[in-house]
């Protein structure tokens, strides 16, 4: 079984920072992809943020140039620094993980982190 702990969320004020933390615990063998998915009241949940086990990311285009996802392989973990946050980025923010366990090609979801921007 394996397990995405995630922490780190909170209130802040628009044009604030907060870092998100995710690591995978459990039977995982293998990493592939991580990221970040946000889903806000009423809304689809949306992938704001991957990176790939060799460390390219990927980012919606409304978070470029203010969120910054990493990893630590080592870890089995992801990161998220979010700044210059707007109260659009308002959501529970989800990690997710691709990789390889015992049965084979795996999805993991973390239980979810809300993030509040607001005055």
């Known amino acids: 079984q394996v397990q995405l702990v995630e922490s780190g969320g909170g209130l802040v004020q628009p044009g604030g920072s907060l870092r998100l933390s995710c690591a995978a615990s459990?039977?995982?063998?293998?990493?592939?992809?991580m990221g970040w998915y946000r889903q806000a009241p009423g809304k689809q949940r949306e992938l704001v943020a991957a990176i790939t086990s060799g460390g390219s990311p990927n980012y919606v285009d409304s978070v470029k140039g203010r969120f910054t996802i990493s990893r630590d392989n080592a870890k089995n973990a992801v990161y998220l620094q979010m700044n210059s946050l707007k109260p659009e980025d308002t959501a529970v923010y989800y990690c997710?993980?691709?990789?390889?366990?015992?049965?084979?090609?795996?999805?993991?979801w973390g239980q979810g982190t809300l993030v509040t921007v607001s005055s």
């Open positions: 997710n993980v691709h990789g390889m366990g015992t049965r084979g090609y795996l999805e993991v």
């Open positions: 459990g039977s995982i063998f293998s990493i592939y992809v």
